[in-house]
């Protein structure tokens, strides 16, 4: 026969043991608990490896390999005589000497790491895109081709703005070549006297026409890739920015 008062008791004793396992803290996988705000080490990180992973995706190496540089030496170099070459009737030294160049490429392109900077207030961020290249440049002046070892660095700078609707989104402002970034250097030695005055040429009409060149193809694309990023990163960033959250961490 069942009894009553042993039903009462074994009841009582679930409830306790229930109570028990609820204080105990559950299992790190199974806590219930509200989503955090995201580690700002983190979205930092995440942020450079979207940028830095979404430029190679779109192709930015091969663009910079399909620069058309020697099409651009030549025409400077034309041009560079002025009004006494003409006079003369002859060639311009820069002319003459660019003119030994017979293939101008760019080879081994390189996105090397991002960097980020975050404005005083903490509204906006600064990406530094430091770009490596190397420049082939073939002449018969000398009997192997001469290697140029180029860096540059692109700064990016992002911000949220509200659209009609009052949606907010990341947005690229100005976008630029570092100034002073540029650096042209000879990879294979030092180049023979002959050579000399044809690379100073050529390193002179480099600096002047390779950064807005070279931005006129990183830009556009950097923004293209913005629209590309993970929506949830995104939404980080920006709520992020609008708050001033500090996203750069200085050791």
Do not use: W
């Not at 080490?41 to 020697?70: M, Q, R």
């Not at 990016?156 to 042209?184: F, M, N, R, Y």
């Amino acid at each position: 026969m069942f009894k009553m008062g042993g039903l009462v008791v074994f009841c009582g004793l679930l409830a306790q043991a229930a109570a028990l396992l609820n204080a105990l803290p559950a299992p790190l996988g199974d806590t219930l608990t509200p989503a955090l705000v995201p580690n700002p080490t983190d979205l930092a990180g995440s942020l450079a490896n979207g940028l830095s992973s979404g430029l190679l995706s779109e192709g930015l190496l091969d663009i910079l390999k399909n620069l058309p540089l020697l099409d651009i030496v030549k025409s400077k170099g034309d041009t560079s005589g002025g009004l006494l070459g003409g006079l003369l009737g002859g060639l311009s030294p820069v002319t003459s000497l660019l003119n030994n160049i017979v293939d101008l490429k760019i080879t081994d392109p390189q996105v090397l790491e991002l960097g980020l900077v975050q404005s005083p207030d903490g509204h906006r961020l600064y990406v530094t895109i430091p770009l490596g290249l190397t420049v082939n440049v073939n002449t018969p002046l000398t009997g192997s081709l001469l290697k140029l070892a180029v860096k540059l660095n692109i700064t990016a700078e992002l911000l949220t703005v509200k659209d009609g609707q009052g949606e907010t989104h990341l947005v690229l402002g100005d976008c630029t070549h570092s100034p002073g970034s540029l650096k042209i250097s000879l990879l294979n030695g030092i180049a023979p006297l002959p050579v000399q005055g044809l690379l100073d040429s050529l390193t002179g009409i480099l600096n002047d026409v390779l950064p807005n060149l070279v931005q006129g193809k990183v830009c556009p694309l950097v923004n293209k890739v913005l629209s590309l990023l993970d929506i949830t990163l995104v939404h980080n960033i920006i709520e992020a920015l609008i708050q001033g959250q500090e996203l750069i961490i200085k050791v």
